[in-house]
C-alpha cells in the first residue's frame, strides 16, 4: 500500500546516483557479482561462476582484475544500499496526492445514495440531505472541509459519509486524500455525480505506525480508521454504487470498469480521551443496530468544482514530481 518513491532524475554519466527507474532497469544489465564478493553479505551459498575478468587468491592476497566491470559492481552495490535506505526511511504516503481536511459536520440518518439507515458521520458538503444529486450539491458550494490557517477549501463541495464507530464519537476530523499509483498520468476526471462505495478499511495507532487489518485494541492515543474506495469505474453507471466501480489490478483498470480516477481515501482521526480503544469496535447497521468492525464502510457522492478536474488533478497527480507529496500549497499539506 505504501510505494515510497526515490527522486525523479540522476545524472546518465554517474551510475552511484540513479533514479528508481533508471536503477531498476540497470539491474537486468548487471554482470553477475562473484560469490567472494557477497559471501558475507548473504549466508546462502552463491552459485555463479567466477567472470574471467577476476581472479582472487586469498593466500597470496593478490588479485587481477578489469577495472571498469569492477567499479559498476561497486557503483550498483551502492546504489541498492542507498535504495533500501530509502525505502525504509521514506514517508508512509510519499507519492504525490491531493489531500482535503474535513471536520464532520454532522451525525445523522442522512444517507442520499443507499437511503440506509444506519447512523452517518457527515465531512463535505454542508446542504446534503436524501434529496440531494450531483447537481444540487454542485449548486451548493458549502463545505466543512478547511486547510488550516488557509480558511476553506472552496473546491471540495463532493459528499462523504460513514457509519458511527459505537462509543468512539470524538473525531478530530477526516483527512480525504486523491492519489494515484503509478502510472500517474492515466487518471483521468472524477465525474460529477458519481456514487461509490468503499469497504476496504485498515487501522493504524498513531501517526507512523503501520496500518493492520484490525483495530488497534492496545493503542492508548489516538488512533485512525482508513476507508479507501475502488479507482476503476464503469462511467456509463455512475448511479450504481454497488457494481460501477473496482480497484486497479496490477497498474490497469478491467475492460468492464475502463475508466481510471483518482484513488481516494478517507482518514479518520479518533481523539482516544480516555485512553483505549471500544473492544469490540461496532459500527452503526441502522436504528440502534450494531454490527462487528468489518462493517465498516465509507460513501462519497461526487460534486467538486471544476478547478479539481480542470487543474488540480494536472497540478498534484499528472505532472507532479515523483519526489513530491506535494506538488504546489494548493495540493495540500503534510498532517501536523
Same mark, same amino acid.
Given at each position: 500500500?505504501?510505494?515510497?518513491?526515490?527522486?525523479?532524475?540522476?545524472?546518465?554519466?554517474e551510475p552511484c546516483f540513479?533514479?528508481?527507474?533508471?536503477?531498476?532497469? #540497470?539491474?537486468?544489465?548487471?554482470?553477475?557479482?562473484?560469490?567472494?564478493?557477497? $559471501?558475507?553479505?548473504?549466508?546462502?551459498? $552463491?552459485? @555463479?561462476?567466477?567472470?574471467?575478468? &577476476?581472479?582472487?587468491?586469498?593466500?597470496?592476497?593478490?588479485?587481477? =582484475?578489469?577495472?571498469?566491470?569492477?567499479?559498476?559492481?561497486?557503483?550498483?552495490?551502492?546504489?541498492?544500499? $542507498?535504495? +533500501?535506505?530509502?525505502?525504509?526511511?521514506?514517508?508512509? !504516503?510519499?507519492?504525490?496526492?491531493?489531500?482535503? @481536511?474535513?471536520?464532520?459536520?454532522?451525525?445523522? @440518518?442522512?444517507?442520499?445514495?443507499?437511503?440506509?439507515?444506519?447512523?452517518?458521520?457527515?465531512?463535505?458538503?454542508?446542504?446534503?440531505?436524501?434529496?440531494s444529486t450531483g447537481d444540487?450539491?454542485?449548486?451548493?458550494?458549502?463545505?466543512?472541509? &478547511?486547510?488550516?490557517?488557509?480558511?476553506?477549501?472552496?473546491?471540495? =463541495? #463532493?459528499?462523504?459519509?460513514?457509519? &458511527?464507530?459505537?462509543?468512539?464519537? %470524538?473525531? !478530530?476530523?477526516?483527512?480525504?486524500?486523491?492519489?494515484?499509483?503509478?502510472?500517474?498520468?492515466?487518471?483521468?476526471?472524477?465525474?460529477?455525480?458519481? *456514487?461509490?462505495?468503499?469497504?476496504? !478499511?485498515? +487501522?493504524?495507532?498513531?501517526?507512523?505506525?503501520?496500518?493492520?487489518?484490525?483495530?488497534?485494541?492496545?493503542? =492508548?492515543?489516538?488512533?485512525?480508521?482508513?476507508?479507501?474506495?475502488?479507482?476503476?469505474?464503469?462511467?456509463? *453507471?455512475?448511479?450504481?454504487?454497488?457494481?460501477?466501480?473496482?480497484?486497479?489490478?496490477?497498474?490497469?483498470?478491467?475492460?468492464?470498469?475502463?475508466?481510471?480516477?483518482?484513488?481516494?481515501?478517507?482518514?479518520?482521526?479518533?481523539?482516544?480521551?480516555?485512553?483505549?480503544?471500544?473492544?469490540?469496535?461496532e459500527v452503526s447497521a441502522?436504528?440502534?443496530?450494531?454490527?462487528?468492525?468489518?462493517?465498516?464502510?465509507?460513501? +462519497?457522492?461526487?460534486?467538486? *468544482?471544476?478547478?479539481?478536474?480542470?487543474?488540480?488533478?494536472?497540478?498534484?497527480?499528472? %505532472?507532479?514530481?515523483?519526489?513530491?507529496?506535494?506538488? %504546489?500549497?494548493?495540493?495540500?499539506?503534510?498532517?501536523?
Amino acid at each position: 500500500m505504501n510505494d515510497p518513491i526515490l527522486a525523479r532524475g540522476g545524472a546518465d554519466g554517474e551510475p552511484c546516483f540513479l533514479s528508481r527507474r533508471a536503477f531498476i532497469a #540497470s539491474l537486468a544489465a548487471l554482470p553477475a557479482i562473484p560469490a567472494a564478493h557477497v $559471501a558475507s553479505a548473504s549466508p546462502a551459498a $552463491a552459485t @555463479h561462476p567466477k567472470p574471467e575478468c &577476476v581472479t582472487w587468491s586469498d593466500e597470496s592476497a593478490t588479485h587481477t =582484475t578489469k577495472a571498469a566491470p569492477l567499479v559498476r559492481v561497486m557503483c550498483a552495490l551502492i546504489a541498492a544500499l $542507498a535504495f +533500501y535506505v530509502l525505502l525504509a526511511a521514506a514517508p508512509a !504516503q510519499a507519492r504525490p496526492q491531493i489531500k482535503a @481536511h474535513c471536520e464532520v459536520y454532522a451525525t445523522n @440518518h442522512v444517507d442520499p445514495i443507499a437511503f440506509s439507515e444506519h447512523l452517518h458521520n457527515q465531512i463535505g458538503n454542508t446542504s446534503t440531505t436524501n434529496k440531494s444529486t450531483g447537481d444540487s450539491l454542485f449548486n451548493s458550494p458549502q463545505s466543512s472541509c &478547511v486547510e488550516s490557517g488557509a480558511g476553506p477549501i472552496t473546491w471540495f =463541495t #463532493s459528499a462523504g459519509w460513514f457509519p &458511527v464507530e459505537r462509543n468512539e464519537t %470524538d473525531i !478530530q476530523g477526516v483527512n480525504v486524500y486523491y492519489r494515484a499509483p503509478e502510472p500517474e498520468d492515466a487518471v483521468r476526471a472524477i465525474p460529477k455525480g458519481l *456514487q461509490l462505495l468503499a469497504v476496504d !478499511q485498515d +487501522y493504524n495507532c498513531g501517526r507512523g505506525d503501520p496500518f493492520q487489518a484490525t483495530p488497534p485494541y492496545s493503542c =492508548t492515543g489516538n488512533w485512525s480508521t482508513s476507508v479507501t474506495f475502488p479507482d476503476c469505474i464503469d462511467p456509463n *453507471q455512475l448511479g450504481n454504487e454497488a457494481t460501477n466501480a473496482v480497484s486497479l489490478r496490477n497498474g490497469q483498470c478491467p475492460a468492464d470498469h475502463p475508466y481510471r480516477i483518482p484513488r481516494i481515501n478517507f482518514l479518520v482521526t479518533h481523539d482516544n480521551r480516555d485512553g483505549h480503544v471500544t473492544n469490540p469496535l461496532e459500527v452503526s447497521a441502522g436504528f440502534d443496530a450494531w454490527e462487528d468492525y468489518t462493517f465498516m464502510h465509507a460513501d +462519497y457522492f461526487s460534486a467538486n *468544482q471544476p478547478v479539481f478536474n480542470n487543474e488540480l488533478i494536472d497540478l498534484c497527480l499528472r %505532472d507532479a514530481p515523483d519526489s513530491v507529496q506535494f506538488a %504546489d500549497s494548493r495540493c495540500g499539506a503534510p498532517p501536523k
